[in-house]
C-alpha cells in the first residue's frame, strides 16, 4: 500500500520561503516521475512542478524561478522549495505521480501566503 505525507506547509508573508516535503511510504519512488500539485480555494487542483526519476524538471509559467523541485531517491522524498512567495500561492500543495495516480493522493499542506 502506497502512501505520501505532504509535510511543511505553513503561514508566511508575501515575500517569504517554505520547503515543502513528501514522504513515500511502501513504495519505491525512483523510478517515477513525480509531481507537486495544488489545489486554491474555489479552483480545480494544478500541476505545479515534476521532476523526473534522474532528475530533470519542469515548471508551470506562475513558478518559474521562485520554486526548486528535487528529490532524493534514497529517502524516498521530494521537495518543493518555494521561494518570494506571493498571495496567489496559497493553496493546499500536494504531491504524487506524474501523471497522477488517483489512490496516492494525500492529505496535501496548506500553504497560505499573507501578510
Known amino acids: 500500500q502506497v502512501q505520501l505525507v505532504e509535510s511543511g506547509g505553513g503561514l508566511v508573508q508575501p515575500g517569504g520561503s517554505l520547503r515543502l516535503s513528501c514522504a513515500a511510504f511502501?513504495?519505491?519512488?525512483?523510478?517515477?516521475?513525480m509531481g507537486w500539485y495544488r489545489q486554491a480555494p474555489g479552483k480545480q487542483r494544478e500541476l505545479v512542478s515534476t521532476?523526473?526519476?534522474?532528475?530533470?524538471?519542469m515548471y508551470v509559467d506562475s513558478v518559474k524561478g521562485r520554486f526548486t523541485i528535487s528529490r532524493d531517491n534514497a529517502k524516498k522524498t521530494v521537495y518543493l522549495q518555494m521561494n518570494s512567495l506571493k498571495a496567489e500561492d496559497t493553496a493546499v500543495y500536494y504531491c504524487?505521480?506524474?501523471?497522477?495516480?488517483?489512490?496516492?493522493w494525500g492529505q496535501g499542506t496548506q500553504v497560505t501566503v499573507s501578510s
Open positions: 504524487n505521480t506524474f501523471p497522477a495516480t488517483f489512490t496516492y
Open positions: 511502501g513504495s519505491i519512488l525512483r523510478d517515477y516521475t
Open positions: 521532476i523526473t526519476s534522474d532528475g530533470v524538471s
